[in-house]
Structures are given as C-alpha cells and as structure tokens.
C-alpha cells in the first residue's frame, strides 16, 4: 500500500489549502482514511477521518467548522480542504489508511501512512 500526500505549502493567516492524497496498491474504496497532523515539538494527532462510503466524517474540535475531509473512488484520492487556517494548525500533515472498515480516530488505528505534507501558517 503507497500513499502519497501533497498540497502543502506556505499560507497566510485566514488562507485555505487543499490537501490530497492517492492511494495504490489495494482496494482503496474499501476502507476509511485519515488525516493526522505532527507539529514541531508535539506528538502527531488526529485531525479527521472518512468512512469508506464517504458518507460518514469525524474531525478533530480543533478543525471543526474549518477543515471538510472528501474522497473519489474513482480517482482513489482523498482530500483535506483547510480553511481558515490559523498559525497552530502549522505541521506535517499525514495521510493513512486503515486495514479495517470502521471508522478510527486513533493514530494506533491506521496501519499505512503517507509520507507527509507540509503546511506552514504565517500569521
């Protein structure tokens, strides 16, 4: 399973980003994905999570209102839409995959992870 993250870059205060991440090597509709976040000097942390029918979402109270997690199928993509971001919400973020079909919002419930994207909110 490959997972390969993009759209980081440097963003104001008050900006958006785009975040995507493909996916290869098994059968991406099947399973949900997530997104998590590492900031200098803290541990990585949830930031949210689609169901595998993309009917169902969960995010982080830290982004709520302000980040929308979607998926195609189609293209075996999954995006992070961030808006209104803010100087905390600076970090590497990450994609992952789970090897189960429920939703997870533990970093101990994803199995394959991306490589990382970064995202650097000046304020």
């Known amino acids: 399973v490959q997972l390969q993250a993009s759209g980081g870059g440097l963003v104001q205060t008050g900006g958006s980003l785009r975040l995507s991440c493909v996916a290869s090597?098994?059968?991406?509709?099947?399973?949900?994905m997530g997104w998590f976040r590492r900031a200098p000097g803290k541990e990585r942390e949830f930031v949210g999570a689609i169901s595998w029918t993309g009917t169902t979402t969960s995010y982080a109270d830290s982004v709520k209102g302000r980040f929308t997690i979607s998926r195609d199928n189609a293209k075996n993509t999954v995006y992070l839409q961030m808006n209104s971001l803010k100087p905390e919400d600076t970090a590497v973020y990450y994609c992952a995959s789970r090897s189960r079909r429920t939703l997870g919002v533990g970093v101990e419930e994803y199995h394959y992870w991306g490589q990382g994207t970064e995202v650097t909110v000046s304020s």
């Open positions: 090597g098994r059968t991406f509709s099947l399973y949900p």
